[in-house]
């Protein structure tokens, strides 16, 4: 199993980002797929979660976060609005079936 993530970057206040992560390796359509972030000094905290039982956010995220997924793609996003520096970190994708995590990507919300 094999993900990479994308999309991150140095943003302002109040900006919008948008990471990818392409998985590889299993059925993609069949599972379900979370995002993590890892703030500085802290450890990996869940952030959303998508599959057949649906959609979930963390209180921190929600409306402010949108994930989807494009199983043609094999392909997971997080949309990210409204961004506040206490969202600064590195955020993963993850496969919980198959204990699988990408190497993550770097969000800095900074003016």
């Known amino acids: 199993v094999h993900l990479v993530e994308s999309g991150g970057g140095l943003v302002q206040p109040g900006g919008s980002l948008r990471l990818s992560c392409k998985v590889s390796?299993?059925?993609?359509?069949?599972?379900?797929m979370r995002w993590y972030r890892q703030a500085p000094g802290r450890g990996r905290d869940w952030v959303s979660s998508?599959?057949?039982?649906?959609?979930g956010y963390s209180d921190s995220v929600k409306g402010r976060f949108t994930i989807s997924r494009d199983d043609a793609k094999e392909t997971v996003y997080l949309q990210m609005n409204n961004l506040a520096p206490e969202d600064t970190g590195v955020y993963y994708c993850?496969?919980?079936?198959?204990?699988?995590w990408g190497q993550g990507t770097q969000v800095t919300v900074s003016s």
């Open positions: 993850n496969s919980p079936n198959h204990d699988a």
């Open positions: 390796g299993i059925l993609f359509r069949l599972y379900p």
């Open positions: 998508i599959g057949s039982n649906g959609i």
